[in-house]
Structures are given as structure tokens and as C-alpha cells.
């Protein structure tokens, strides 16, 4: 039982995002590195933790203050549909304000969610509070095995991309939420698109109804084709 609540639950992406840190567990033989960068309530980083016991540490990015709304004003597509009044500034209003008894603003705090992981002795789950932008740096992480990225601005979510896309293992996870379907924040599927373009990662499987695409960071030509053939197996799709 989490003791932190987990968004992604809400929309049928946490199982299929909590699956990829599951597998790193049989995929890879050494220490294992993640991170999420936007944990709002936590429990995304709570279930992995507990997942990666003895196994791995994980990182969890936000402001621990709020969604940073301002940041859609300096991103040039959220700019274009209203800037703080775009959906990618104020998608998490309904969070704080609506569902105020359940979620509000007092469980995103960095001191709230540390005391409840305290409790669970979950020493493996690091909170980093960071703003999210072309400046930020991570150097004190050398090497990630799994990443999620779920910051709902179109500019923020680049901005993390480059970040991690160096750090990212060969064979390692990207899952990015918000990117897909299309339509669904205006500016994330164009991101996804300029991602693609770099031609680091193979898109393991896209999940439109749960606004998620998996992808996993590209690897030499002998090793790709004993995975292709282990993926058909277990029926991934791969393109
Ligand atoms: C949709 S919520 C994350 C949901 C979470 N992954 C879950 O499944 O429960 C988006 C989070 O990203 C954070 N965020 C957005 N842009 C950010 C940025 N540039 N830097 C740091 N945090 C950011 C917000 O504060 C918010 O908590």
C-alpha cells in the first residue's frame, strides 16, 4: 500500500510505466539509476523505490511549490494558446483546487513527501528540488537505467529530455506522458516528434488513451536484433 498518491494511476499509466522499472530488475545486472522529472504527489518514485530495494536509487525532480505556470509564458507553443492560461499552465489546478480534500497543495510539499518515505525507510528515493530549464544541471548523476518525464509544458519537457538523453543507458527507458494523443496539450506531440528526429531511442510501444509512449535508448545492431526478436515474443511493437 502506497502512502503517496500517484496522478498517473488516475489515467492507467502507472502500471505500465511502474512494468519498465520492474523489468530493469531482470534486464540489467548492475546498480540501477532512475529518475522522474515532475513527481507532483509522489507516489510514482514511492512505488519504484519499494520496487528497487537493494536493487537501485531513485531520483525525484520537481519544485515541491506548485506547477511552475509562468514557465508556459516563455514557451513558444503554450505562448501561442494563451501562455498562463493554457491548458499546460493550469492542468494541475484541478489538483490543488478541485480535488482539494484528496490531493491539494500541502501533500506536493518537499517536507510532507520526505517524512512519508522516512516512515518506510525508503533511504533509495532522493527528492531534488529543481527548476526544470536549458540551464539546469544533474552531474551528480552519472548514469540512468529508467526515466519519466511528466511536466505537462511542451518547453519543460525538451528541456528534460536533453538533460537525461546523454545519461540514458543503452537499452535504458524514456517514458514520456503527455506527448500523445496529438491533440491532447498542445506543442507535447511536436516535442515527442524533434525527439524522435534525434534517432536515440526506438519507440517500444505508444499508449494514446493513457497519454504515454515508452522508448528505450538505441543499441548496437547485434544485440538490437536478439531484443527485436525477444519483443515480437512477448508481442511489443516496434518501429
Ligand atoms: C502532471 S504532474 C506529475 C505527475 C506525477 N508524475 C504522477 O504521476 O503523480 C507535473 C509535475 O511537474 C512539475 N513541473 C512542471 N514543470 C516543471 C519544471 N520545469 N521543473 C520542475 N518541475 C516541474 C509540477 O510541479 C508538477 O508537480
Excluded at 518537499?110 to 528515493?125: A, F, G, M, P, T
Excluded at 544533474?138 to 529530455?161: C, E
Excluded at 540514458?168 to 494523443?181: A, E, M, Q, R
Excluded at 524522435?196 to 488513451?209: G, R
Aim: overall charge neutral.
Amino acid at each position: 500500500m502506497n502512502l503517496l498518491k500517484n496522478l498517473n494511476d488516475t489515467n492507467g499509466s502507472a502500471e505500465l510505466i511502474l512494468n519498465c522499472a520492474e523489468n530493469c530488475l531482470t534486464e540489467f545486472d548492475e546498480s540501477l539509476f532512475g529518475c522522474e522529472m515532475g513527481i507532483a504527489y509522489g507516489g510514482g518514485i514511492e512505488s519504484i523505490g519499494k520496487i528497487w530495494k537493494n536493487r537501485g536509487t531513485i531520483y525525484g525532480v520537481d519544485t515541491f511549490e506548485g506547477h511552475p505556470k509562468y514557465l508556459a509564458e516563455t514557451c513558444s507553443y503554450s505562448k501561442k494558446i494563451g501562455g498562463i492560461n493554457s491548458f499546460a499552465a493550469k492542468c494541475m489546478d484541478y489538483w490543488y483546487y478541485v480535488r482539494k480534500d484528496d490531493y491539494g497543495i500541502e501533500k506536493i510539499k518537499q517536507e510532507y513527501i520526505q517524512s512519508q518515505l522516512d516512515k518506510q525507510k525508503l533511504d533509495n528515493v532522493i527528492l531534488i528540488k529543481e527548476l526544470i530549464t536549458n540551464q539546469t544541471k544533474i552531474d551528480f548523476i552519472q548514469k540512468l537505467h529508467y526515466v519519466l518525464i511528466d511536466l505537462d509544458i511542451p518547453t519543460s519537457i525538451w528541456d528534460a529530455y536533453n538533460l537525461v538523453k546523454d545519461k540514458i543507458v543503452s537499452k535504458g527507458y524514456l517514458c514520456l506522458h503527455d506527448c500523445l494523443p496529438e491533440n491532447h496539450i498542445f506543442g507535447c506531440y511536436d516535442i515527442y516528434q524533434n525527439i524522435l528526429k534525434e534517432n536515440l531511442f526506438n519507440i517500444i510501444k505508444e499508449y494514446p488513451k493513457n497519454f504515454l509512449v515508452i522508448l528505450r535508448k538505441k543499441w548496437d545492431q547485434l544485440s538490437q536484433n536478439y531484443f527485436m526478436t525477444r519483443c515480437k515474443k512477448i508481442n511489443y511493437f516496434i518501429v
